[in-house]
């Protein structure tokens, strides 16, 4: 019985969330497969190699993690905890939508800022997820809502940070912030006005980072257009399914 309930409880989340557990599995095979297998050199964003018609690039990048463990655990719990959150409240459709629109278009801004660089990880389309998200009001279960908010707040307030100042002063600012907005969207139960923080915060990092030619801050704007521009679609055209923890 109770292996026939686990079952059971594991179907109804893959059901659920579907997208999130495909990609994340998809993206952790590739980065187990990158230490026994050359895959950054096929996969891996190559300006050249594009402009040589490789296009694929600028969508295989997601699946190679070229720092390491540090990228692809950072990343992971990104894709995770927002990107459910994200599948929780707006449904698979959106999810694909907002991740494949970040990761092309700040894919693209990367290759034209810095011709030179070679690059890889799942960050554009975590960073696709902030920003959809962070206009989405995800409050329930209290836990998950907090998490998903203080992982926005870091992910983009630690990179403004970072180009600006370097790491200790990324470290810093994103920790600082994060702990205020968190606090801030807990004790004023996800008021309106402690949310709306939040999307400031990530609005005005995202700006930071596009001044800076910084991609990541082209994928969470580009994430969170696609979330308004959804909003113009008549109700229920855009949406696989609802879910009772949104709000």
């Given at each position: 019985m109770v292996e026939m309930a686990q079952a059971t409880g594991g179907t109804a989340v893959l059901r659920r969330y579907p997208v999130t557990?495909?990609?994340t599995a998809a993206v952790t095979l590739g980065f187990a497969l990158q230490?026994?297998?050359?895959?950054?050199?096929?996969?891996?964003?190559?300006?050249?190699?594009?402009?040589?018609g490789q296009?694929?690039?600028?969508?295989?990048?997601?699946?190679?993690?070229g720092s390491g463990w540090g990228q692809?655990?950072?990343?992971?719990?990104?894709?995770v905890v927002v990107g459910a959150a994200v599948e929780r409240t707006r449904g698979s459709m959106q999810w694909l939508a907002a991740a494949l629109v970040a990761q092309l278009g700040?894919?693209?801004?990367?290759?034209?800022?810095?011709?030179?660089?070679?690059?890889?990880?799942?960050?554009?389309?975590?960073?696709?997820?902030?920003?959809?998200?962070?206009?989405?009001?995800?409050?329930?279960?209290?836990?998950w809502a907090a998490t998903a908010a203080g992982y926005r707040v870091f992910?983009?307030?630690?990179?403004?940070?970072?180009?600006?100042g370097g790491p200790v002063v990324g470290a810093v600012t994103g920790s600082v912030l994060t702990g205020i907005a968190v606090a801030a969207v807990i004790r004023s139960r996800f008021a309106t006005w402690a949310l709306t923080g939040v999307l400031a915060v990530v609005v005005a990092a995202s700006v930071v980072l596009v001044v800076a030619h910084d991609q990541h801050g082209v994928a969470a704007l580009l994430g969170l257009?696609?979330?308004l521009v959804v909003r113009l679609i008549p109700r229920?055209?855009?949406?696989?399914?609802?879910?009772?923890?949104?709000a």
């Open positions: 557990i495909v990609v230490w026994f297998l050359p895959l950054a050199d096929v996969l891996q964003r190559d300006p050249q190699a594009i402009g040589e296009w694929w690039r600028v969508l295989t990048s997601v699946f190679v993690q692809y655990i950072f990343n992971t719990l990104g894709m700040a894919s693209i801004a990367a290759v034209v800022w810095a011709p030179a660089v070679h690059d890889s990880g799942s960050s554009l389309v975590v960073g696709g997820l902030v920003g959809m998200l962070t206009v989405t009001r995800f409050v329930h279960p209290t836990p992910f983009l307030s630690y990179l403004a940070a970072l180009a600006l257009v696609v979330a229920g055209a855009g949406r696989t399914r609802s879910r009772p923890g949104s």
